[in-house]
């Protein structure tokens, strides 16, 4: 068992080596921490369920790190077990996500309006390419952004999870199949699907702009 | 506005992620719940200053780390204590909404008996009387791979009887057979010869339900398949057949040696359906030509009914599926929640361990939160209040029809046929091959209706027809929520004989 035997050594040493494995704990949590804060906030879209979130996949992950044969997560040595352990814990909040927050969330979403795809319409806004934009433009921006991600709410995990996968955590699809235990060619309709709806979403969220709509519980 | 311009924006969004608001403590307050279990030396901001002067920076070793837990004050003793702890701490109860769920009547909507209507040339219905003649009559067991299994080992029982009652004569050619299951090969010449004849089993205080799987009209020789649900078919019985107000009726005498054999498995756990209940299995049961599951369902609280996907897998992952309309039991045994299904595996192809699992892909749960389609007849009026935008159902205009039965008579009332698609259905799980995600329920319940379900370019479409003379004002829509979310594991069955 290595590290985790139970002979009973000096008190100092126990002493050191408790604290080695808090400090590797915390480094851990610090490394991970800002991706996994964004992580979990691209998923629930609330601080609050984010938050819930992204402590249980660090509490789920503890379970793991602290065991000897998870070393390697707990402190890597070099890029490749770096990113192998980033992967391992995305892998932790996506699964926490699916098993839990999205069941929820499935009966909290609150979309309308139902039969906008009839009338599309192109969302028009342009992303400026001016490097220091007017305060306008910047408020703009804002509004544009928060009309694709409430269009990106709206969109059923089936699709959005992929999505963020394949664009926000840049897994390549033999990942994203295997922890969402899917076909590749599975993957990739869902990715084509998903953004198809995405565009539909957004000309159906331009359509209703006149009339505020509510997308988990906010208006837009 | 160009697409791309679209795609690209769209994509911008998707890359990049701002941090939750008040979230920068988020770590340390997490370090605090993970650190707790290992006990109280420091805290994390203290152990975070360590960093730079610790050496984790390199993989640990043995003798870096000897036994963290001895000796502490509370200590958790051992790895796989301190592992528990952790474990426990981090339990995530799990909350569905499931409370307000109330319950809806419904009526499953299947496309039901599966017709395969395979046609088949003079010379093949003469080669069927000299058994065994498998290899050429492939078309007619397509998807039936234990009647297949069952002809190749020569459970065919030949009968070569013929009735003929005034210018209509049936042969029955022969049968094969197992405990549930009657695989019948007839043929009719003369009058009424391309007509519909319906199959019935006479046997004294029968009082199971049948199945019957017209699977095939050749210009000669049909194949129908009756299984028999709760009971046993006899090895004495009367088989009828009845065409044109005629009962052509043909005394059978089974073989048992060529149609008893079974092969009985056991499953002594219920299988977990995720959150939404269990399915106990009281009886596995492989015969001649097909497999039957008896089994008894315990939706978990709140869940209104559930339409299980249930398959039998071998060693080497093959799956086989059974029938999604397993619920062929008498009204007493559905009401218990009591299913019986069946597959077509025989046991002469059971080699090896064997596995039962449930499909989330083909399993679906109905709520009334999605309950709340409905169409209103009079007006023409879709009323929907569904959660997801990809769950739209849309009227597609009606239609006023006659409707025939399968020898190609038509009723005497014209029906109503009004269509709905659901666009977002099989784009949930475009992989998706079952048929019950939708239920129905019509005020006033009318006596007659007529429901199907097909897949269409645009998603699901639901074809629900009522008699033009019946007063339904009202069509609800419930449907059902695939479980394609759930990771449900197949379970090794053991063998008991």
């Known amino acids: ?220 | 506005m160009d697409e791309r311009l679209l795609d690209k924006k769209i994509e911008k969004v998707l890359r990049e992620q701002s941090l939750p608001d008040h979230s920068d403590s988020w770590a340390e307050e997490t370090l605090q719940l993970m650190i707790e279990p290992l006990g109280s030396i420091g805290t994390a901001a203290d152990l975070g200053g360590q960093q730079a002067g610790s050496d984790l920076g390199r993989r640990q070793t043995g003798s870096d780390l000897q036994d963290p837990f001895d000796g502490q004050a509370g200590s958790i003793g051992t790895a796989a204590d301190l592992h528990n702890t952790v474990v426990n701490r981090s339990k995530i109860t799990k909350t569905i909404m499931r409370g307000t769920l109330t319950v809806a009547a419904s009526l499953i909507i299947g496309i039901g008996g599966l017709m395969i209507g395979a046609k088949f040339n003079p010379s093949l219905a003469e080669n069927m009387m000299k058994w065994p003649l498998v290899g050429q009559w492939v078309e007619y067991l397509v998807g039936k791979p234990g009647l297949k299994s069952a002809i190749e080992h020569d459970r065919y029982q030949p009968i070569n009887a013929a009735i003929k009652i005034d210018n209509t004569e049936i042969t029955l050619n022969g049968v094969v057979a197992d405990q549930q299951t009657l695989a019948v090969y007839y043929s009719i010449t003369g009058d009424h010869a391309e007509e519909f004849v319906e199959l019935s089993l006479e046997i004294p205080d029968f009082k199971a339900a049948i199945g019957i799987e017209f699977s095939g009209m050749g210009e000669e020789v049909r194949l129908s398949e009756i299984r028999a649900y709760g009971h046993e078919i006899p090895t004495q019985f009367t088989l009828a057949f009845t065409m044109d107000n005629k009962v052509f009726r043909f005394p059978v005498s089974l073989d048992a040696s060529l149609s008893r054999e079974s092969v009985q498995y056991e499953l002594n756990q219920p299988l977990v359906i995720a959150d939404y209940g269990m399915l106990d299995i009281e009886e596995i049961n492989v015969g001649v030509i097909n497999a039957s599951v008896k089994a008894r369902l315990l939706p978990a609280e709140g869940v209104k009914d559930l339409n299980i996907g249930l398959y039998l897998m071998d060693q080497n992952g093959d799956k086989i599926y059974f029938d999604s309309m397993g619920r062929l039991n008498s009204e007493a045994e559905v009401e218990a929640q009591t299913m019986e299904f069946k597959a077509s595996i025989s046991r002469f192809e059971l080699d090896g361990k064997m596995f039962i699992g449930i499909d989330p892909q083909r399993t679906a749960w109905q709520s009334n939160v999605l309950s709340t389609v409905y169409f209103d007849v009079s007006s023409e009026t879709i009323h929907s209040e569904l959660p997801n935008q990809s769950e739209i159902i849309v009227y597609k205009g009606r239609e006023v029809s006659a409707l025939s039965d399968m020898s190609g008579k038509e009723s005497e009332k014209p029906w109503i046929t009004y269509e709905f698609l659901r666009p977002g259905m099989f784009d949930e799980n475009p992989d998706y091959g079952g048929h019950e995600y939708g239920a129905l329920r019509m005020e006033p319940d009318p006596s007659e209706s007529s429901m199907g379900m097909w897949q269409t370019e645009e998603g699901a479409a639901f074809n629900i027809g009522v008699p033009e003379t019946s007063e339904v004002d009202r069509i609800y829509l419930s449907l059902f929520v695939p479980m394609v979310d759930e990771v449900l594991k197949p379970v090794e069955i053991k063998k008991l004989n």
């Open chain 1, 1 to 220: 068992m290595g590290w985790l035997k139970t002979d009973t050594p000096s008190q100092r040493g126990v002493s050191e080596s408790n604290e080695v494995l808090k400090a590797s704990l915390t480094v851990f949590v610090k490394t991970h921490d800002v991706m996994i804060r964004k992580l979990s906030y691209k998923l629930t879209a609330e601080v609050e369920a984010s938050k819930d979130l992204y402590q249980q996949t660090f509490l789920k992950a503890m379970e793991r790190l602290i065991l000897p044969e998870h070393l390697a997560l707990l402190s890597p040595s070099g890029i490749s077990e770096e990113k192998a352990a980033a992967n391992w814990l995305y892998t932790i909040c996506l699964n926490l996500y699916r098993d839990q927050y999205a069941k929820e969330k499935r009966w909290l979403n609150v979309v309308e309006p139902q039969y906008a795809e009839d009338s599309a319409q192109a969302l028009k806004i342009e992303f400026a390419a001016d490097p220091d934009p007017e305060p306008l433009e910047v408020l703009m921006r804002e509004e544009e952004r928060a009309v694709i991600e409430s269009a990106l709410c709206q969109l059923s995990d089936h699709y959005r999870i992929p999505l963020i996968m394949y664009y926000f955590l840049e897994c390549d699809l033999k990942k994203i199949s295997e922890v969402l235990e899917l076909e590749i060619s599975t993957v990739k309709s869902r990715l084509f699907r998903g953004r198809e709806k995405l565009r539909k979403n957004l000309a159906a969220q331009e359509f209703s702009t006149a009339n505020p709509i509510k997308v988990s519980g906010r208006e837009v």
